[in-house]
């Protein structure tokens, strides 16, 4: 319950206002839940100046800032979250970022690397898929859609209805 949630942040900020992980996560409910575009920053930006390295405060304020169109300022977060943890998650949210920013190419190429560091991570493959489709490149496009029938469990006949039609 985001109630809940949100008294459980309020009292952990009150008890440690230097709790840059209740903090982020009190940015995103701003975010996400009240729209308040303008306090979640100010939470984000706090976090990140209690910890730099908090890899997670760092992502959220990238998130944040990519939904308000200051994607410059959304990469050079995103990327400061993939020096502190060069997780594939973190490298994954910066492909978000960027087929956001309808930076195509930067985009394909970020989750080709994810995905050729953590081939469990499915949801790369549907990126890929979307990304190629917004080009407007059909072969590729096709080529990612099999990729995730094949991941999903398709039949073969499932897979070669696609591939005949």
Same mark, same amino acid.
């Given at each position: 319950?985001?109630? =809940? @949630?949100?008294? &459980? $942040?309020?009292? /952990? %900020?009150?008890?440690? +206002?230097?709790?840059?992980?209740? *903090?982020?996560?009190?940015?995103?409910?701003?975010?996400?839940?009240?729209?308040?575009?303008?306090?979640?920053?100010?939470?984000?930006?706090?976090?990140?100046?209690?910890?730099?390295?908090?890899?997670?405060?760092?992502?959220?304020?990238?998130?944040?800032?990519?939904?308000?169109?200051?994607?410059? =300022? @959304?990469?050079? &977060? $995103?990327?400061? /979250? %993939?020096?502190?943890? +060069?997780?594939?998650?973190?490298? *994954?949210?910066?492909?978000?970022?960027?087929?956001?920013?309808?930076?195509?190419?930067?985009?394909?190429?970020?989750?080709?690397?994810?995905?050729?560091?953590?081939?469990?991570?499915?949801?790369?493959?549907?990126?890929?898929?979307?990304?190629?489709?917004?080009?407007?490149?059909?072969?590729?496009?096709?080529?990612?859609?099999?990729?995730?029938?094949?991941?999903?469990?398709?039949?073969?006949?499932?897979?070669?209805?696609?591939?005949?039609?």
């Amino acid at each position: 319950d985001i109630s =809940e @949630a949100r008294t &459980a $942040i309020r009292k /952990a %900020i009150e008890l440690d +206002p230097s709790n840059s992980y209740a *903090r982020t996560i009190h940015c995103r409910i701003l975010t996400t839940y009240d729209w308040d575009h303008k306090a979640a920053e100010a939470e984000c930006r706090q976090a990140v100046e209690i910890d730099p390295n908090d890899h997670e405060a760092q992502k959220e304020l990238a998130f944040l800032l990519n939904s308000l169109g200051r994607e410059e =300022e @959304a990469i050079a &977060a $995103i990327d400061r /979250a %993939i020096a502190a943890a +060069p997780t594939s998650f973190n490298k *994954r949210s910066k492909g978000l970022i960027l087929y956001h920013s309808r930076r195509y190419d930067e985009a394909i190429a970020m989750f080709q690397q994810v995905d050729a560091t953590d081939s469990e991570f499915k949801e790369t493959t549907r990126w890929l898929m979307r990304v190629y489709q917004m080009k407007g490149d059909e072969e590729k496009t096709r080529e990612y859609y099999k990729k995730l029938m094949e991941q999903s469990g398709a039949t073969a006949d499932e897979i070669r209805e696609l591939e005949e039609s």
